[in-house]
């Protein structure tokens, strides 16, 4: 898929979100990368690149206090070639795109993995 059609889905993914969410998002930058760096890697525990669909680093909102400004932006950084590599279909891509961007996101918001998994696995109650 051409980079820039990936960047437009990344892109409908986050103005698809509920306008109450997109409000609140506050100096953070979306990226779309072909592949996670041997260092974003170690820092999620993984070795395999192909693991890594996307990736939240910052700060996120719940552990911000008076003392936070001046700050560069949080990244949420979309993995390209992870997700075509997973996925078999132009629609399958837009889906898992939209997934990754959700799971980021709520990363931004101060959730962990553990309650992420808990809430994918229950189709999202």
């Not at 409000?23 to 996670?36: A, H, K």
Request: charged content about 35%; overall charge negative; hydrophobic content about 35%.
């Amino acid at each position: 898929m051409q980079r820039e059609t990936f960047e437009e889905l990344v892109a409908e993914a986050v103005s698809g979100l509920p306008e109450e969410f997109r409000e609140l998002l506050d100096n953070v930058e979306i990226f779309v990368e072909d592949w996670p760096s041997k260092e974003q890697l170690k820092n999620v525990g993984l070795r395999d690149r192909h693991e890594l669909l996307g990736l939240y680093e910052g700060t996120p909102i719940t552990h911000r206090d008076q003392s936070y400004n001046l700050v560069l932006p949080d990244r949420i950084t979309v993995f390209q070639k992870p997700l075509e590599s997973q996925c078999r279909s132009t629609a399958e891509i837009k889906r898992e795109i939209i997934r990754t961007v959700k799971h980021e996101i709520a990363h931004y918001f101060g959730m962990d993995e553990d309650r992420l998994d808990l809430i994918e696995n229950r189709g999202g109650s």
